[in-house]
């Protein structure tokens, strides 16, 4: 699985487009076919060029709708890199303060991961906008519909799928299910797939870390030697900054072509609109 974000900077990169680098993140995170299929039209029809460079990526290397159930809604290394936001704060400390952090963390903990524990939370709150219509409790499938929009869907427990996507892709109870669980007053904890408990996730330090040991006592390298560019170097005063350097990926979305929301035309605002009537009495 590739990440989005370098996705969207290569993209980027290739053809100096920044108002379409959204478009190519958006169908990257496209849940369903259909709103893939969507995506990608609008791309194809802004040029047929972008359209054959995101091909040649391979729809299950990046887009979730097509993930074949292996990304579980991560679009980013964010997956193994969050644990530097973790470090960044804290590794600076003194000791005692260090473990008065690390106890506070502790305490803190979830019978569900942070990320779950969100998800879960805020389809709870959106479920209140779905009714169920007709449901076979014995074979867990249920027709719900959304009292803001109107929309059907239909939810099969026994299979964790949703016509919203979100369920299979994530694992976690969408809104949707929530719903049904509570219309049949079932358990909505044997929805979520046992990776999201905590028990799980303290199983990544179970394994043990085998110390290195003597640099003498190591074998030989044979492979090939890095020499560091001395001309390169930067030089700077005071503590370095805790940060990283930017790039594309790092950049904010660019507007486009500003459009007036007085004629529709671009290239002026409304304030600047040539068809502007003037102030009553003015002179003409």
């Keep these: 699985m590739f990440c989005i974000r370098h996705i969207g900077s290569n993209f980027l990169r290739a053809f100096k487009v920044p108002h379409l680098q959204k478009l190519v993140v958006n169908i990257g995170y496209s849940i369903t076919v259909e709103e893939y299929n969507i995506n990608y039209k609008r791309l194809e029809e802004r040029g047929e060029a972008y359209a054959r460079w995101c091909d040649a990526i391979g729809l299950r290397h990046w887009v979730l709708a097509f993930d074949e159930g292996h990304q579980w809604g991560h679009m980013t290394t964010n997956l193994v890199e969050c644990i530097n936001s973790v470090l960044k704060g804290a590794r600076n400390l003194p000791v005692l303060a260090l473990s008065v952090e690390t106890h506070k963390r502790k305490r803190a903990g979830y019978t569900y991961s942070a990320f779950a524990q969100q998800r879960i939370e805020a389809s709870m709150q959106q479920a209140g906008n779905i009714v169920v219509h007709h449901f076979d409790r014995r074979n867990e499938v249920f027709e719900v519909r959304k009292m803001t929009t109107g929309k059907v869907l239909v939810v099969d427990l026994a299979r964790r799928t949703c016509d919203c996507g979100h369920f299979q892709v994530e694992r976690i109870p969408c809104r949707h299910v929530i719903a ?5 007053r079932l358990d909505w904890q044997l929805y979520v797939h046992h990776v999201y408990k905590m028990t799980e996730v ?11 040991g003597d640099p003498d006592t190591w074998p030989p390298y044979e492979g090939p030697t890095l020499v560091a560019n001395p001309a390169q170097r930067r030089t700077s005063k005071g503590r370095p900054k805790l940060t990283r350097y930017l790039n594309e990926m790092d950049s904010c979305d660019i ?3 500003r459009i007036c929301r007085l ?10 609109c040539p068809q502007r009537v003037g102030p009553s009495g003015a002179a003409s």
Aim: aromatic share 10%; hydrophobic share 20%; with cysteine.
């Design 255 to 257: 507007r486009g072509p």
């Design 202 to 212: 303290r199983k990544v330090y179970k394994f043990e870390f085998t110390p290195l």
């Design 263 to 272: 004629c529709g035309a671009q290239g002026h605002s409304r304030s600047r």
């Design 180 to 184: 049904c669980c509570a219309n049949q």
